[in-house]
């Protein structure tokens, strides 16, 4: 089993839609996670850390659910410009961050 | 602008070469990475310094050797050069070990 799933997509949507991605991790003793955004051709830029109690930033939210080892990220009335590769990234040991492959995320006019 | 900054942004050299890429953050971060993100876009941890200590050291090939020369600066030496180094090298910083870094532009290396 990877440290870090992701389903690789692409998520095809409209603008204006709500669009979910999971991200599952292996390690129970990960203590620190992160959603990561990446446009092509660049470097990745933090979008978000997850809290336990879950956490909201805009349009953007995101859950953790440690019981199933799973996080999540939302993204509500999405725009043209969220077209990127979103990737989840868990602690593993020595805090070094567990990059997930991302999803890819398309939105169409 | 503070940030971090890679030079060069692309590398293009032939197989067997001796190569360095440099990095520099004016963050005043403790730690320093380096990551490899290759053509099925895995991006993969190889190497960390905190404070120019080298605290993470995946299962690197020797021929890939970091310098540490002080905290605002991490260099990446890579010797005899294969064409499997052709990727994108990401440096990062972050303000303490346990922190989320934040990346470099990256440099895009082909080995031919």
């Known amino acids: 089993r990877k440290e870090v799933e992701q389903d690789p997509g692409p998520f095809n949507v409209p603008e204006g839609a709500t669009v979910a991605f999971n991200c599952t991790y292996s390690?129970?003793?990960?203590?620190?996670f992160f959603w990561y955004r990446q446009d092509c051709r660049k470097e990745p830029k933090l979008l978000m850390s997850v809290y336990s109690s879950g956490n909201e930033d805009g349009r953007f939210t995101a859950q953790l659910n440690r019981a199933s080892q799973y996080i999540s990220l939302l993204i509500r009335d999405s725009k043209l410009s969220d077209s990127a590769t979103y990737l989840c990234?868990?602690?593993?040991?020595?805090?070094?961050?567990?990059f997930g492959s991302g999803t890819r995320l398309l939105v169409r006019p | 602008d503070t940030a971090v900054s890679q030079t060069p942004k692309y590398l293009v050299t032939q197989m067997g070469n001796d190569k360095s890429i440099k990095c520099e953050q004016n963050?005043?971060?403790?730690?320093m990475y380096w990551y490899k993100q290759d053509s099925k876009k895995f991006l993969k941890i190889m190497f960390s310094y905190n404070n120019k200590e080298l605290i993470i050291n995946e299962t690197v090939p020797n021929r890939f050797s970091p310098k540490s020369p002080d905290k605002a600066h991490l260099n990446l030496h890579i010797n005899s050069l294969e064409l499997g180094d052709s990727a994108v090298y990401f440096c990062a910083s972050s303000q303490f070990r346990t922190s989320e870094p934040l990346f470099g532009p990256g440099t895009r290396l082909t080995v031919t």
């Open positions: 990234a868990p602690t593993g040991s020595s805090y070094k961050l567990i």
């Open positions: 963050l005043g971060h403790d730690t």
């Open positions: 390690n129970s003793a990960s203590q620190s």
